[in-house]
Antibody, heavy 120, light 111 residues
Framework: EAEWLESGGGLVQPGESLRLSCKFS????????MSWVRQAPGKGLEWVSS????????HYAEPVRGRFTISRDNSKDIVYLQMSSLRVEDTAIYYC?????????????WGQGTLVTVSS | DIILTQSPDSLAVSLGERATINCKSS??????????LAWYQQKPGQPPKLLLY???TRESGVPDRFSGSGAGTDFTLTINSLQAEDVAVYYC?????????FGQGTRVDIK
């Protein structure tokens, strides 16, 4: 069974940067695409970004495009989300998830989430 | 981006009764008989849980009282014989486009 260790969340000021990490175990990491989804307090789910299994394909939701960068290190079984120029509206729980396939698809299992708070 | 609109925003159903949630897409999310839509359940303080994919295929371990239907732009999640543990928020999500999107969610409570 897949297990995750998410880290990197915290309190930052607007304009600052933060890098989230999500380390997986229990499956062949380099087979699956990976995704990040966020949930602002009291709000619904918002897809943020996905990366193909080989790391060459990346996609972003419009609100984060140009500010966030998703990447992965298949030798370490880790997926990252580098967040720059953070805004108050980026405040959310960020969940990493394992896609079913190598490219675009659905997430079949999720981490427990890490909280990012952007506030002055 | 593809917009998914769920209805209703919330509903209350008696135990043992049926709950029906609709998900309407701003454009077709179906191609060659494949429907690129998933349904998730989220309980308070927990990450989402996958229920269905390809609009109607149940994830392993999901009770058969959960079913999905639809094609093109209109999809439905049905919970037959609602149980107390089904109280949650339900989301549809399309993966037809690489820019994936969720519906706004539908809260299901017990009447």
């Amino acid at each position: 069974e897949a297990e995750w260790l998410e880290s990197g969340g915290g309190l930052v000021q607007p304009g600052e940067s933060l890098r989230l990490s999500c380390k997986f175990s229990g499956f062949h990491f380099n087979v699956n695409a990976m995704s990040w989804v966020r949930q602002a307090p009291g709000k619904g789910l918002e897809w943020v970004s996905s990366i193909t299994n080989d790391g060459y394909g990346t996609h972003y939701a419009e609100p984060v495009r140009g500010r966030f960068t998703i990447s992965r290190d298949n030798s370490k079984d880790i997926v990252y989300l580098q967040m720059s120029s953070l805004r108050v509206e980026d405040t959310a729980i960020y969940y990493c998830g394992k896609d079913v396939g190598a490219t675009n698809g659905w997430v079949d299992s999720w981490g427990q989430g890490t909280l990012v708070t952007v506030s002055s | 981006d593809i917009i998914l609109t769920q209805s209703p925003d919330s509903l209350a159903v008696s135990l043992g009764e049926r709950a029906t949630i609709n998900c309407k897409s701003s454009q077709r999310v179906s191609s060659t008989n494949m429907n690129y839509l998933a349904w998730y359940q989220q309980k308070p303080g927990q990450p989402p849980k996958l229920l269905l994919y390809w609009a109607s295929t149940r994830e392993s371990g999901v009770p058969d009282r959960f079913s999905g239907s639809g094609a093109g732009t209109d999809f439905t999640l049905t919970i037959n014989s609602l149980q107390a543990e089904d109280v949650a928020v339900y989301y549809c999500q399309q993966y037809y486009d690489v820019i994936r999107t969720f519906g706004q969610g539908t809260r299901v409570d017990i009447k």
